[in-house]
């Protein structure tokens, strides 16, 4: 049997979290290779934290990637400027690199400027810096009008902008400027979650209302002007004192020319295998498009990122051994949302449930508050 090498495209929570897996699950002269253009890893739930003070600086959640090579993991520090899916081949700015198999975790690009002004006037919960430059907003304000903004679907961990407006409302309340605040929510989603279903919708309606904080659904922003503090709906406009924005997502430029993405603007995989319409090329993690059997894709979280990678280094590592691989992604996610207080809420269900996903959310309590802390510690300190 010959040597193989596996190419993972992408150093964030699914391309480490297949690349460990890979080198636990493959004999030692089968090289496992990790592009990405970082040098370090962090995840990025903690971009809350860092909004809420309880993180002081984004060094503090980061991991350096040259770390890998404790591991056995080799790690190529460059940009991937384009990809051939029928060569197994990437052109990077370290050069040309061949494998006998592609792992494309390359995540979700974020676009600030597709929405006029958005740029200029949020601050952007997405980026460590942006929720840094949130927490300093916050311990400034004196009062006022408090937006959280969902420019677009689908994004990232439909969890984060809740999470973001519960924890504002907890930080405005210790701080004695609540009753002074106001606080809401505009998104293109017609409830919080919607994969999710109905319930746990309403039941994060039910208690965004109960702290007084407004819900605006299916709210399409078209332009903000940032001297005006105003932004502008399809239907209706609001002012801000403070905007905290969730910017406009696409997939990679880099899949798009390689024609890995298709009309849902994300890139197709089996829902079962994750591989794409190459054989020997997987996607997983933020970039896919997983089209589930209620109608709606499967949510972009690191949850579902991190069991692909595990199903996809599974079979990849069969493969090799001259097995068939059996390992499939069953939809299965969980969350942990941060309500405000060191509490923390908790849904978890079947995604991939017919005719629709199943999914529970258990009240909030400090126990699941804390689990979430645990969960960002295990999954640094499994390969970094
Ligand atoms: C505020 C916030 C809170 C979140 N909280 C949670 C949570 O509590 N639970 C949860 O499950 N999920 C959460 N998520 C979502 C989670 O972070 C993502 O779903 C997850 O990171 C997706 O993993 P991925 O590997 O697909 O992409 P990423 O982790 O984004 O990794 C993609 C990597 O590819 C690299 N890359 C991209 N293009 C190139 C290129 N051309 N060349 C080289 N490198 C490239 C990037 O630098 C990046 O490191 C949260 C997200 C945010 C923003």
């Known amino acids: 049997m010959s040597n193989k090498t596996i190419l993972v495209l992408g150093g964030g929570l699914g391309g480490i979290m297949a690349a460990g897996s890979l080198r636990r699950s ?5 090289r496992v290779v990790v592009i990405e253009r970082s040098a370090t890893f962090a995840l990025r739930m903690a971009n809350l934290w860092l909004m809420t003070g309880e993180r002081q600086r984004p060094e503090e959640g980061e991991r350096d990637l040259s770390r890998l090579a404790e591991h056995g993991i080799e790690w190529v520090q460059a940009e991937i400027e384009s990809i051939d899916p029928v060569a197994r081949a990437v052109q990077t700015s370290a050069g040309r690199l061949e494998g006998d198999y592609l792992v494309i975790a ?58 973001a407006a519960f924890l504002v409302d907890s930080l405005l309340r210790r701080r004695g400027v609540r009753q002074g605040s ?31 904080i407004e819900f605006h659904a299916e709210q399409i922003v078209m332009k903000i002007d940032p001297a005006a503090r105003r932004a502008r709906f399809e239907l209706e406009d609001t002012t801000f004192d403070l905007l905290i924005g969730v910017p406009p997502h696409r997939v990679p430029q880099v899949l798009r020319a390689a024609k890995l993405a298709d009309a849902s603007g994300w890139v197709p995989v089996d829902p079962a295998t994750l591989q794409t319409r190459y ?81 529970d959310l258990e009240p909030a309590s400090s126990r699941y508050h804390r689990e979430k802390h645990e969960l960002e510690r295990a999954a640094q300190a499994l390969w970094l």
Not at 26 to 30: D, E, I, L, Q, V
Not at 119 to 134: H, K, V, W
Not at 142 to 157: K, N, W
């Open 26 to 30: 493959c004999a030692p002269g089968h």
């Open 106 to 163: 390359l995540g979700a690009d974020r676009h600030p400027q597709a929405v006029p002004g958005f740029a200029e006037a949020a601050l952007d919960l997405y980026e460590a810096a942006g929720a840094l430059r949130i927490r300093q907003a916050l311990e400034r304000f004196s009062g006022g009008r408090v937006v959280v903004l969902v420019a677009r679907t689908p994004f990232s961990c439909p969890s984060a902008p809740y999470e």
């Open 182 to 212: 106001e606080i809401a929510v505009y998104t293109p989603e017609d409830l919080p979650m919607p994969v999710a279903g109905p319930a746990v919708g309403t039941t994060l309606v039910q208690m965004l209302r109960e702290r007084g």
């Open 279 to 359: 054989a020997g090329v997987y996607a997983i993690g933020d970039a896919t498009a997983i089209r589930l059997p209620v109608g709606m894709f499967l949510p972009k979280a690191g949850v579902f990122a991190d069991e692909q990678a595990r199903v996809v280094a599974a079979n990849i590592a069969a493969e090799i051994a001259g097995k068939p691989g059996t390992k499939r992604f069953n939809g299965h996610g969980f969350c942990y949302i941060e309500v405000g207080d060191e509490l923390a809420a908790y849904g978890a269900g079947n995604f991939y449930g017919i005719p629709v996903p199943t999914v």
